[in-house]
């Protein structure tokens, strides 16, 4: 049984001698680690760089969060991106007067949940949230796709992914909503 973890084990492999005589060992090394370092990111619930929550914690939030709407943003920009990605959950929070959780999912991309009411709001002001982002004389480009939730938590996500992409299709600074 060879333990696996970056501290404290979280997990065993069990391999027998003869697959262990198979083995290169500096290759099961490499890969050991590799997955062992996966594995204790995935446990992590934060973003380093912006203190947002991570795809681990969106996953597990989206499935009991009291909202209904789900937000998806791509942005590009030539602006280091925890600088604007800040920037959008301070605009966002301060617009809706509430402290707002925002997740990173990718580098260039955050999801974050809202009610009706609040999005209704929110998607009055984009312009606003455009033209700040352009200030600093730094190109960004913001797309955002909306997905209202309906049955299942499976095609709410799906659905926003499908309008984010539909929405960059169609060119900068713009959403869809499904």
Same mark, same amino acid.
């Given at each position: 049984m060879i333990p696996l973890g970056t501290a404290q084990p979280f997990g065993y492999l069990q391999i027998s001698q003869n697959e262990w005589s198979q083995l290169e060992s500096r290759e099961f090394q490499s890969w050991k680690e590799e997955y062992e370092e996966q594995v204790s990111i995935q446990f992590e619930s934060s973003d380093p760089e912006t203190? %947002?929550? !991570? $795809?681990?914690?969106?996953?597990?939030?989206?499935? @009991?969060?009291?909202?209904? &709407?789900? &937000? =998806?943003?791509? &942005?590009q920009t030539d602006s280091p991106y925890p600088y604007v990605l800040k920037w959008i959950s301070l605009w966002t929070s301060k617009l809706l007067h509430k402290q707002v959780r925002f997740y990173r999912?990718?580098?260039? @991309? =955050?999801?974050? %949940?809202?009610s009706p009411?609040? #999005?209704? /709001? /929110?998607?009055?002001?984009?312009?606003? $949230?455009?033209?700040?982002?352009?200030?600093?004389?730094?190109?960004?480009?913001?797309? =955002?796709?909306?997905? &209202? =939730?309906?049955?299942? @938590?499976?095609? #709410?996500?799906? !659905?926003? @992914?499908?309008a984010l992409g539909l929405s960059i299709e169609e060119g900068p600074n713009r959403y869809i909503c499904l």
């Open positions: 203190g %947002f929550g !991570n $795809l681990h914690a969106f996953e597990l939030d989206k499935v @009991r969060v009291d909202e209904n &709407i789900l &937000i =998806l943003a791509s &942005i999912i990718r580098k260039d @991309r =955050l999801a974050f %949940f809202v009411e609040e #999005w209704d /709001f /929110f998607s009055k002001n984009l312009d606003e $949230l455009v033209e700040s982002l352009q200030k600093e004389n730094h190109l960004v480009d913001l797309n =955002l796709g909306v997905s &209202i =939730l309906e049955e299942s @938590r499976e095609e #709410w996500s799906s !659905n926003a @992914r499908k």
